[in-house]
């Protein structure tokens, strides 16, 4: 059973930075599709970012530039480091894996990320 652990969250001013980290475990890594997915209040949830086992990334128009989504395949764990935050990134992030060619798609439990203006 795929199990994914969110970590890094918390509470930052308006142009500070955060790290979140996603570790993956119970299934082979490089057949997944990893992505961070968010949800604000009163909101659906949106994709972020995801990066594929080859290492290719995939962003969100808002987050272009200022997000970086990463991925270690020998340590099983993404990252999003994220600079320049602003208030609008407010949200709970999720951590996302789906299996490649099939329907599988798994959910971490979430980090909460709150940027004060």
């Known amino acids: 059973q795929v199990r994914l652990v969110e970590s890094g969250g918390g509470l930052v001013q308006a142009g500070g930075s955060l790290r979140l980290s996603c570790a993956f475990s119970?299934?082979?890594?490089?057949?997944?599709?990893m992505g961070w997915y968010r949800q604000a209040p009163g909101k659906q949830r949106e994709l972020v970012a995801t990066?594929?086992?080859?290492?290719?990334?995939n962003y969100a128009d808002s987050v272009k530039g200022r997000f970086t989504m990463s991925r270690d395949n020998t340590r099983n764990t993404v990252y999003l480091q994220m600079n320049s935050l602003k208030p609008e990134d407010t949200a709970v992030y999720y951590c996302?894996?789906?299996?490649?060619?099939?329907?599988?798609?798994?959910w971490g439990q979430g980090t909460q990320v709150t940027v004060s203006s």
């Open positions: 990066v594929t086992s080859g290492v290719y990334t």
């Open positions: 996302n894996a789906k299996k490649i060619g099939t329907s599988f798609n798994y």
């Open positions: 119970g299934s082979i890594f490089s057949i997944y599709v």
